[in-house]
């Protein structure tokens, strides 16, 4: 499997925006980003969220990526991996059967809780269609079970 892309944003642009405008928090692509045991993605806007939160990082598949924007017929500028505001785009991995299950990513221990559900903002930030094709492909949201550094490679170790 291959991390493509790592991302985080120091704030919300969706959570609390309910019947307001979206947040203007900057999504920041990294090399690597710190994985917190039980809290999170050190400068992320879900770090120490909740107690024993089930998002502490979020994962989406490049090859839903890919096809989404196929099937929505998206041009290569509107291609924009950042807009899913998921942490990791992996490549090769099919996240949906990690859910409820524990896996290790680069030596990082991680427990898949659920699929990590798209939202109605994802029409805006996408495209007017994109909640309804992300059921059932909006990723993965995990739980980080032991600390690391994890970081974009053309090949991870993934057990």
């Not at 309910?18 to 994985?35: M, Q, S, Y």
């Not at 524990?102 to 559900?117: A, D, H, L, N």
């Given at each position: 499997?291959?991390?493509?892309?790592?991302?985080?944003?120091?704030?919300?642009?969706?959570?609390?925006?309910?019947?307001?405008?979206?947040?203007?928090?900057?999504?920041?692509?990294?090399?690597?980003?710190?994985?917190?045991?039980?809290?999170?993605?050190?400068?992320?806007?879900?770090?120490?969220?909740?107690?024993?939160?089930?998002?502490?990082?979020?994962?989406?598949?490049?090859?839903?990526?890919?096809?989404?924007?196929?099937e929505l017929g998206l041009s290569p500028e509107q291609r924009d991996p950042a807009a899913t505001r998921r942490?990791?785009?992996?490549?090769?991995?099919?996240?949906?059967?990690?859910?409820?299950?524990?896996?290790?990513?680069?030596?990082?221990?991680?427990?898949?809780?659920?699929?990590?559900?798209?939202?109605?903002?994802?029409?805006?930030?996408?495209?007017?269609?994109?909640?309804?094709?992300?059921?059932?492909?909006?990723?993965?949201?995990?739980?980080?079970?032991?600390?690391?550094?994890?970081?974009?490679?053309?090949?991870?170790?993934?057990?």
């Amino acid at each position: 499997m291959k991390i493509l892309h790592l991302y985080i944003s120091p704030g919300h642009n969706y959570v609390g925006h309910h019947g307001k405008p979206p947040g203007e928090n900057p999504i920041h692509e990294v090399d690597r980003v710190e994985c917190v045991a039980g809290r999170g993605i050190r400068g992320d806007r879900f770090f120490d969220y909740k107690p024993d939160y089930k998002g502490q990082i979020t994962f989406f598949a490049w090859e839903n990526l890919e096809r989404m924007w196929k099937e929505l017929g998206l041009s290569p500028e509107q291609r924009d991996p950042a807009a899913t505001r998921r942490n990791v785009i992996t490549g090769g991995l099919d996240l949906n059967v990690l859910i409820g299950e524990e896996f290790k990513i680069q030596g990082i221990r991680f427990f898949g809780t659920e699929e990590c559900r798209p939202c109605y903002w994802m029409n805006g930030a996408i495209h007017p269609a994109a909640e309804e094709w992300m059921k059932g492909r909006g990723g993965l949201r995990a739980k980080i079970l032991s600390d690391g550094w994890l970081e974009k490679s053309a090949d991870s170790e993934y057990q």
